[in-house]
């Protein structure tokens, strides 16, 4: 039920390419530095839970610290790494972190924390 079409609401986030991105200068030389790899922004439909209190299921645990669940299809590649805008634009940092990815038969739950 959660997967339905008229509850999904579109979020946008980036994942981790596990790709060293080489640094340049002004002059655009190299300076033998690296900074992480980010795949461009993409965009999935997804349901996200109200937010989270003590009446919640607990279902990654009562040690771990998250404030939503998101529900996502399996062909959605959100993991630990990725970097997610929900409701804000892309054009400043990410308002939310993955903690946890939890697969099922028929879909994810993927535990998240809101950093700002």
Do not use: C
């Not at 299921?57 to 529900?71: A, C, R, S």
Request: charged residues 25%; glycine residues 6%.
């Amino acid at each position: 039920m959660q997967l339905l079409k008229r509850n999904k609401q579109t979020i946008k986030y980036k994942t981790y390419s596990h790709e060293m991105t080489p640094m340049t200068d002004s002059d655009g030389y190299f300076t033998g530095e690296y900074t992480e790899g980010y795949s461009e922004v993409k965009t999935a439909k997804v349901y996200i839970t109200a937010n989270r209190g003590d009446a919640s299921e607990e279902m990654f645990g009562t040690t771990l610290d998250y404030d939503n669940i998101i529900y996502a299809e399996l062909s959605t590649d959100i993991d630990e790494y990725s970097l997610l805008w929900v409701g804000v634009p892309t054009t400043g940092q990410n308002d939310y972190i993955v903690r946890r990815v939890a697969t099922s038969l028929n879909h994810k739950a993927i535990a998240i924390k809101k950093v700002r």
